[in-house]
């Protein structure tokens, strides 16, 4: 009689569930437009696309390891205690990221100023860690930040895109209507886009866009 | 017009039961543009009563007429004042020649934006399968007269597609907006293009004139302190401004008729005209507690002048009475007319960044009424309350 154990089934690195967590944040859980998280910093830094790309991408950075080190010790964080380790691993991160902007891109640190400290309180991490890297392992929480980061970034280049764009006739600070010659016919910058209510105003447009094109997405009444 | 009718009837079973279903809401708005509507009610019974929303939003057209009329004489007259081709006076305002001017520069705005608004209105009504609501047909008059005459038409279309867009259809079209369109429209055109709208040279159809223009009355206060125009010429109307809001005669004669036909509250324009009286008494008060001679002189403003400078009467008569943006109780309108007031005359004063207040002073306390007419249906249902309380004990 043998005990054998039968050897379980090691899921594959990119499994459909897994890639299911790097995709659903782009559309029906989308922590901006869906979950309506980290909504203060999508409207202050979505001027331009420069900024919103990096306030992006250190998103990414800082939800995708936050996650991962939270779940890594998530057997030995003792309940009553587990905000405050959170916000250390958080905190650290934050810092990280922000020391290496400074020292990289620091013109582009000096226009997101604030926010990037401000990632710490940013919604969408602190809910990661709650909702998903506490009860799941490293790889999937890995995944799950990643996956949530990008949909917030995601979010931030759409709105940031027409608000440059419309606003300041630029991308990325090059000049695209100039040589296009609207100029030429009479068109001016609007100026609406450069002011925080427009940020708002794009992104109920872009919620609008998804809610009519993913129809699961609009509550039953 | 019985060629009219047999077009309709002949063009009918195709929008109704035929290829072009979805043409239907087109086909019944511009007949019942030309026709009364043969509806019959199907069940119950119903009071019928001519003044439907058509009629109401009809009578409001026919009360901006004079001031359309005055604003198309201005325009003329302003632009051939300014490139020095006549006189100041009066004996060259009623000329052909303004109105010809005016018309030309006039006549395309109306049009683009009935043009741009109703094509948004027409697509959410065969969207949503609805008739086209008339509720257009006033803002499309309306965006003309309260923008400069300068203005290039692709912003008042842009203006004008935004205010549909977002300030009505996105909260489900006429009727459930918060906000006036008119008013959104020249919002956006305000905050967009500043330098069209500032207020301080808005005038005066001068594009093909480099270097000339000349400052409305409201932007020599914000920048000097003083005017050159009189309150009398600002009353009857000959100084700069937007389109349809310099005469408040003009303004006046469309309230007369707004009131006699019951269309428009007297109560909002009434309490309107009082709370930016008083805000304008407590700041003339003021003014010589003030330290910065620029505070001092704009705060000792006589304080009629404010009704007959810029866009206050017109935004007063026209604006916030919008039976569906203001307040609907009928105590709710006297604090939404007073708050109007005042707060037009505060902005005005206090922010040098803003020279006309009205605009905003109305879209805060459209945003505000729903929580005004909350109370005011509160309070009486306590008054109510109360009083059965020491009745029954």
Redo the contacts between chains.
């Keep these: 009689m043998s005990t054998e154990v039968k050897p379980q089934e090691k899921e594959r690195l990119f499994s459909k569930k897994n890639r299911k967590l790097l995709t659903d944040p782009f559309n029906e859980s989308n922590p901006i437009t869906v979950q309506v998280l980290g909504i203060c910093s999508a409207l202050a830094i979505t001027v331009k696309m420069k900024p919103a790309l990096v306030m992006g991408l250190s998103v990414i950075v800082v939800t995708a390891f936050s996650n991962l080190i939270t779940s890594l010790i998530r057997n030995y964080i003792p309940n009553r205690i587990r905000i405050i380790v959170q916000l250390v691993v958080v905190a650290a991160l934050v810092i990280i990221v922000d020391q290496i902007l400074k020292a990289y891109v620091y013109d582009v640190s000096k226009q997101l100023s604030v926010f990037v400290g401000l990632i710490i309180t940013n919604c969408i991490i602190m809910g990661r860690i709650e909702a998903f890297s506490l009860g799941n392992p490293p790889w999937k929480s890995f995944l799950d930040g990643i996956g949530n980061g990008a949909g917030y970034g995601a979010i931030l280049i759409v709105v940031a895109f027409f608000r440059e764009l419309l606003g300041s006739g630029t991308l990325f600070d090059v000049p695209i209507l100039e040589p296009l010659g609207v100029y030429e016919l009479?068109?001016?910058n609007?100026?609406?886009?450069l002011?925080p209510p427009m940020a708002l105003?794009m992104l109920?447009l872009v919620i609008?866009a998804q809610r009519s094109r993913t129809k699961s997405l609009i509550e039953k009444e | 017009m019985k060629f009219v009718q047999n077009l309709f009837d002949a063009t009918r079973p195709a929008v109704t039961t035929g290829k072009l279903k979805g043409l239907y809401p087109l086909h019944n708005a511009l007949e019942t543009m030309f026709f009364v509507p043969n509806h019959n009610a199907h069940s119950g019974a119903h009071v019928r009563d001519a003044i439907d929303m058509k009629r109401t939003m009809v009578t409001v057209i026919f009360a901006l007429v004079p001031a359309l009329i005055f604003g198309l004489f201005n325009a003329g007259y302003q632009h051939h004042l300014a490139i020095g081709q006549i006189e100041s006076g009066w004996a060259n305002f009623w000329t052909l020649e303004n109105a010809m001017y005016g018309a030309l520069k006039v006549v395309p705005m109306i049009a683009v934006t009935y043009i741009a608004g109703l094509a948004i209105e027409i697509y959410f009504a065969y969207r949503n399968k609805h008739a086209v609501n008339e509720g257009f047909l006033v803002s499309g008059l309306l965006i003309p007269l309260i923008m400069p005459v300068d203005i290039p038409l692709w912003m008042v279309a842009i203006s004008t597609a935004f205010a549909v867009l977002i300030g009505k259809e996105v909260f489900g079209g006429t009727g459930m907006n918060i906000l006036n369109p008119a008013l959104t429209a020249r919002a956006f055109a305000f905050f967009a293009y500043p330098t069209y709208m500032s207020g301080d040279k808005v005038w005066a159809g001068l594009s093909n004139v480099d270097g000339v223009s000349s400052a409305t009355a409201l932007g020599q206060y914000a920048t000097t302190g003083s005017t050159d125009y009189s309150a009398w010429d600002a009353f009857l109307g000959i100084i700069p401004g937007s389109i349809g809001e310099t005469s408040t005669v003009a303004i006046l004669i469309g309230a007369v008729y707004l009131i006699s036909t019951g269309v428009g509250s007297w109560k909002i324009m009434f309490s309107a005209v009082l709370g930016a009286l008083a805000m304008g008494l407590v700041f003339n008060g003021v003014a010589d507690l003030m330290i910065s001679p620029e505070q001092q002189s704009y705060l000792a403003v006589p304080f009629y002048y404010h009704l007959v400078f810029g866009g206050f009467a017109f935004g007063a008569v026209f604006m916030a009475t919008d039976p569906v943006s203001a307040a609907h109780t009928e105590r709710g309108k006297w604090i939404y007319g007073f708050l109007v007031g005042v707060f037009s005359i505060m902005i005005r004063v206090f922010n040098p960044a803003y020279p006309e207040g009205v605009m905003l002073a109305i879209l805060l306390m459209n945003v505000m009424a729903p929580l005004i007419d909350h109370y005011v249906v509160n309070a009486n249902i306590q008054k109510r309350l109360k009083r059965a309380q020491t009745v029954q004990a």
């Design positions: 009479g068109y001016k609007n100026g609406m886009m002011l105003i109920a609008w």
